[in-house]
């Protein structure tokens, strides 16, 4: 089961020491949304920079080993609200959502499972268990067995507690239940475990994901905040053609806000109702959309190994048919081993081949033109001898399109997560082992007391060094409380200037990992982190 106390742990320290807040707290917040304090923000835009500079700045180099052409763009979040017909999502970007009449609870009905009882006086009884998959079913239904009650997690969920439910003799041959898939006579005999009743849950039906606003003072227009980056990327796909100098096959990056109107947003940032997504979309012929579906499958997986992460904690998992997004052909997704789905992986990035599914829609509903004259592909077919027919109509086509699409607020859980490391030997009990490229902090610069032109040194060096890393000046408690401080926000390298450092110009740098510590000159320190960072 999830490693709850890990997690805990986790949103706690964000909280604490400003990386991650509950939006609006002083009134009581507001479910799904969180805001990024300092470090969050400086942790979050570490890891944009380093997609940014690996898609867009020095994208990967091709199958053929030349440059590929890339380009970046920050598109409107609230765009022609006819873009959602036409991309599907008006129809069909919903979820089935489920309610418990008794309890008024609200959940996605594909993350409810259910179990059958033997059945008490005869009756038939099916108890639910709000998880999201089948193997986390079967988990908490042995430990219900075992305990009496539902695992601590199903009651963190839930906010139950820990009520005793004494099961009955159970059927063993029977296995966990999609809620979706089960009848509506069958519906009636489930059992929530916070309600009295049984047969307490609605009937599945579906809810649209997008939020929605109004535009305009007079006669308001209803229009969509975007559940997805990427449309905007597919309405400018013809102005790019026209203003800039690429050619098929090249990609067009973005990084910004997307909404959805979740069902359950839950485990802190992992699923919320504003988030940001890291997204590209790759614009190739459609003879060889696997072949780049295959590219930037290997490319994005290397990605993610840079940020540190753990090779053990992702893994790729290709989507069922039952799974694909309306619009995706073929669609896997890069997992991460999150505490809260340990042993099990969760979503991090999906890499989808959504053929020529928007460009197509995007035409028929704006009536404008979005194919593309291969002028390339037109002289390697006369070169081949192919007939003017051929050539006239294997040149002009509707590109494919490859789209890597990952949650960028999601990466910041990832590599909270990843850091998060006990260590009962230091004063903070923990650090967070961040690579120090995405460390918020690089180096704090202490003082050891005030006085004795300790402080005077010190400010002179930090104000030196923030010119190329990010520092931070701390004179407060005691040098021990200052080292604990910055092992738990992560910051690889602490400076004391201290007695010493008045008679021979050296300065104690103190490694977070290692714990160890170095005397080194004060005008060699630049190049003493500069060589580290
Ligand atoms: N354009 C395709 C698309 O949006 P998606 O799989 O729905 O695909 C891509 O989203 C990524 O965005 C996900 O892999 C996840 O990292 C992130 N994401 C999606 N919904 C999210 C949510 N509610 N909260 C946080 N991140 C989310």
Known sequence: MA???VMEQIVSLCKRRGFIYPASEIYGGLNGFWDYGPLGCLLKNNIRDWWWHEMVLCPPLGPDGHPIEMVGLDSAIIQNPKTWVASGHATGFADPMVDDKETKRRMRADHVWVRELAGIDGKRIFVALPVTNFAEAETAFDYWLANGRPPKELQLKLSMSARRYSPPAYNYQDRPLAYTNISEADRLCVHWPEAEALGTLTEPRQFNLMLTTEIGAVDP???????????????????????????VPFGVAQVGKSFRNEVTPRNFIFRSREFEQMEMEWFCHPDEALKWYEFWKARRMEWWRSLGVAEGNLRLRDHTKEELSHYSKMTVDIEYKYPFTT????????????????????????GQKLDYFDQELQLKLKEQGVSPEDIKAKSRYI?????????????VLVLLCEAFTPDEARPSKMFLKFKPQFAPIKVGVFPLVNKDGMPEIAEKLYLDLRTQFTAEYDAKQSIGKRYARMDEIG?????????????????TVRDRDAMTQVRVGLDQVKGYLGERL
């Open 221 to 247: 227009v209803k229009a969509y905040l975007r559940p997805e980056t990427a449309q905007g990327i597919f309405l400018d796909f013809k102005n790019i053609i026209d203003t800039t100098r690429v050619k």
């Open 491 to 507: 910051t690889p390298f602490c400076l004391t200037i201290d007695g010493q450092t008045i008679q021979d110009r050296t300065v």
């Open 3 to 5: 490693d709850a106390s």
């Open 343 to 366: 042993p099990d992986f969760g979503e991090l990035e999906g890499i989808a081949h959504r053929g020529s599914f928007d460009l197509t829609q995007h035409q028929e509903h704006s």
């Open 399 to 411: 590109p494919n399109v490859i789209e890597p699409a990952s949650g960028l607020t999601r990466a």
